[in-house]
């Protein structure tokens, strides 16, 4: 009675989710429905006195795969589009071709489970060695077949998250060009800013960094402040001066 209580809820939690992993919009979405499609196959096997493949099902597809996926949406980005383009010739042509060879192996794989006899956990006493045996011996091109296709899913991965490159990259020397440019042009401090607390000399938040050449950094000085102290006329002259000479923190000002 329990198991079937299980299968009844989990069935029905799987399919919702897959409905929802094949129609959402969004791919975050879709990973998400499909964890919760394979952590529910993962409860199934264990409920059908199967520890071993409800291990697998957790470990390899939940926690590998599903990693996976995921990485690839953090390279590939939440919000972008599909690209259109060909970035490898011929690759709609092998595209169908595996589909309709995937179709076929799925068309015999459910014929063979409705013609032939039918045989349950019952029939293998000892669930990890019967499962060893019949994957390296009866199964192991099934098996081969699928260590090719994870790895060409990884391959996919790299190449959905490579972009061509419109511009060239930007060199050092070029960024050092770029500063002096700006300095040419706004008179704005070429020198790099100080990291965080480097040339501090207070804790106070109203207190500015200083640059390497004792010159005050203004993008240290908090805007907020600089506006509150600078309405009570407390703002200090050489604060206020670094401020009007920085053209971001005349920006920011006026925000």
């Known amino acids: 009675m329990g198991e079937t209580f299980v299968f009844w809820v989990l069935a029905v939690v ?8 094949v129609f959402s919009r969004k ?31 957790i470990i390899v597809y939940t926690g ?12 590939v980005g939440v919000d972008s589009s599909d690209s259109l383009v060909e970035t490898i010739k011929g690759q709609r042509f092998w595209a169908v071709l595996a589909g309709l060879g995937f179709a076929v192996l799925l068309a015999l794989g459910i014929g063979n489970a409705f013609i032939g006899p039918a045989k349950g956990l019952a029939a293998y ?28 899913a990884a ?19 070029d960024l050092a060009r770029q500063r002096f440019k700006e300095f040419a042009r706004t008179g704005r401090n070429p020198a790099p800013l100080p990291g965080p607390g480097t040339y501090a000399r207070h804790n106070a938040i109203d207190k500015p960094a ?3 050449d004792g010159s005050i950094a203004a993008q240290s000085v908090n805007r907020y402040v600089a506006r509150y102290e600078k309405a009570e006329g407390t703002l200090p002259p050489e604060v206020a001066q670094a401020l009007e000479s920085d053209s971001e923190a005349l920006e920011l000002e006026k925000e």
């Open 125 to 152: 006493p000892q669930n990890v060695p019967s499962l060893a045996e019949l994957i390296f011996t009866r199964h192991v091109f099934a098996f081969e077949v699928t260590s090719a296709l994870l790895i060409t």
């Open 210 to 212: 200083l640059l390497p």
């Open 27 to 57: 791919a975050v979405y879709s990973a998400l429905m499909l964890g919760v499609v394979m952590l529910s196959l993962a409860v199934l096997y264990a409920v059908q006195d199967a520890p071993f493949l409800a291990v697998v099902q």
């Open 155 to 173: 391959l996919g991965a790299v190449v959905l998250a490579h972009r061509e490159r419109l511009t060239p990259k930007l060199t050092q020397r």
């Open 64 to 75: 590998a795969v599903m990693m996976l996926f995921l990485f690839v949406l953090m390279m």
């Open 14 to 21: 799987s399919v919702i989710a897959a409905l929802g992993l």
